[in-house]
């Protein structure tokens, strides 16, 4: 990445932030979200900065879209879920509260009673390492 990064998600992709990876290659990185709105809800983002999904380069959105589906098959598989939301929001009138194209994967279960509303939980370290080895083990 070109300049110095400016969003979190490109601190966290350079390296200088910890995240708990369940994923990672060339361009993209999947991590635990630290405010999970269930277990293994996990941030898919291009490791290219930019803001909007339509701004990414045709090869790294292509990629970017390859990797979900894999990232989602093993977070459910790990959770043992039956289903599963995957969220992008575009611009902050859209909610997107971090200037960084990010996939949200949540994991989702009959009676979870998260509904479209965010209400993101609290973890600890330990919890979300713990997590995180379940959703790196499956094959």
């Not at 490109?10 to 994923?23: L, M």
């Not at 290659?25 to 983002?45: R, Y």
Request: net charge neutral; with cysteine.
């Amino acid at each position: 990445m070109a300049g110095a990064p400016r969003s979190i998600f490109a601190r966290i992709a350079a390296g200088e932030i910890p995240c708990q990876k369940v994923f990672e290659n060339e361009h993209v990185l999947a991590f635990l979200d630290i405010h999970p709105l269930a277990d293994g809800h996990t941030l898919v983002i291009p490791k290219q900065e930019v803001a909007h999904l339509d701004q990414l380069a045709p090869d790294i959105a292509a990629e970017l879209g390859r990797v979900l589906g894999l990232v989602a098959r093993k977070v459910v598989q790990a959770m043992g879920a039956p289903g599963y939301n995957v969220l992008l929001n575009n611009g902050r009138v859209a909610g997107q509260e971090v200037e960084h194209v990010h996939f949200h994967i949540v994991p989702r279960r009959a009676g979870d009673g998260l509904g479209y509303r965010w209400r993101p939980q609290d973890r600890t370290p330990a919890e979300l390492e713990a997590l995180a080895a379940r959703i790196r083990a499956v094959p």
